[in-house]
């Protein structure tokens, strides 16, 4: 059974438009950054995956020098794509462990887009990353809160039914990886930020078969995908017995399947 799981860029794209509107959200509510006239900002992307939402960075600021930071091989080949647009601006990524990586120079904006419930205690690295950000530098980031909806829970309760229970790892609806945003809101209030949290849920229109299955493929069943690659004939009888539950749980209208979908934003500021 593998540790961590794979990704598929382009299974993840499948739904790049529902998928980015969250970070312009985050960014719109990111304070002006503290670099000096003619000076570029600094931006750290942490957990940049295939890079779609990095390069709206330059929409903001488009001589920035920006790092995109994944530990996935597979989304950085496909991040390495993406060039920044005229503006003087510069675009590199990484191969980096989000839960490890400690800032080895000083950053005018850290941000993450849908990243840190997947690393344990990530609460942990807040201040390694705060001290990282030169005065009035923002570290701005969007996690899921849906962790509670049902295409987590039966995504839980199938993997761990009798059938499937010793083949697949425990899923995250079982625990909680992300905060509330007043607890995030508390752990960067005592480390000297100003901070803005919030959350937010879209109701997203899915189309096509079995949509929320589709979704869930770039995302929540990757370690499930992973873990099931070597046997074609488990992994489809998995996805089916999946599909037939989302159905009845995410039943299809007129206007296609209604997905809603919480998301928890954080933006904090550290002093001038």
Known sequence: MHSSPTWDPGQYLRHAGHRTRPFLDLLARVPDLPTAPGSPPRIADLG????????????????????????????LEAARAHTPPEGGGRLDFRLADAARWIPDEPFDLIVSNALLQWVPGHTESFPAW??????????????PGNFTAPSHTLLAELSTSPRWRDRLPTPRAHSTPVLDPAAYLEH????????????????????GPDPVLDWVKGTALRPVLTALEDDPTARDTFLAEYAALLREAYPPGPHGTAFPFRRIFVVARTAA
Do not use: K
């Open 48 to 75: 940049c995956g295939a890079g779609n939402v990095t390069v709206h960075l330059f929409d903001r600021w488009p001589d920035a020098h920006v790092t995109g930071l994944d530990n996935s091989a597979e989304m």
């Open 130 to 143: 705060v001290a990282a950000l030169r005065p009035g530098g923002t570290f701005a980031f969007q996690v």
């Open 188 to 207: 960067l209030a005592a480390l000297g930020c100003e901070v803005d949290a919030w959350e937010t849920t879209y109701i997203q229109m899915l189309t």
